[in-house]
């Protein structure tokens, strides 16, 4: 555990999580991390990797960039605190355009 003083309080956090920790329904920084992996999974990120390990050639600039903004978008989020409930709405995150 770490302590941490935010905004003039003293608040006990573990490394790793945010938001209260406490409250039913608290979001923490591995739900945030997951949904990102669900939306690279969902664009087939790791076949683009594949396929560019493999062949050579590189992956497409949107899906690169996407990925990029994914990542983004996650490291983003996980610094709010609290941690929005609606984190996962497409409201947070990127969206790819033609494809």
């Known amino acids: 555990m ?3 003083v ?3 309080s ?3 956090t573990e490394p790793g ?3 209260s920790g406490t409250a039913a329904g608290s979001v923490f920084v591995e739900d945030v991390e997951a949904e990102a992996r669900r939306r690279l999974r969902a664009c087939r990120i790791d076949e683009w990797r594949t396929r560019e390990f493999i062949t050579g050639r590189p992956m497409p600039d949107d899906i690169r960039h996407f990925a990029m903004q994914v990542e983004f978008a996650a490291k983003a989020i996980s610094r709010l605190s609290p941690i929005p409930q609606d984190f996962d709405s497409d409201v947070y ?3 790819l355009m033609g494809h």
């Open 17 to 19: 999580r945010h938001g």
């Open 6 to 8: 935010i905004e003039g």
């Open 93 to 95: 995150w990127p969206h």
């Open 2 to 4: 770490r302590f941490a």
């Open 10 to 12: 003293r608040e006990w």
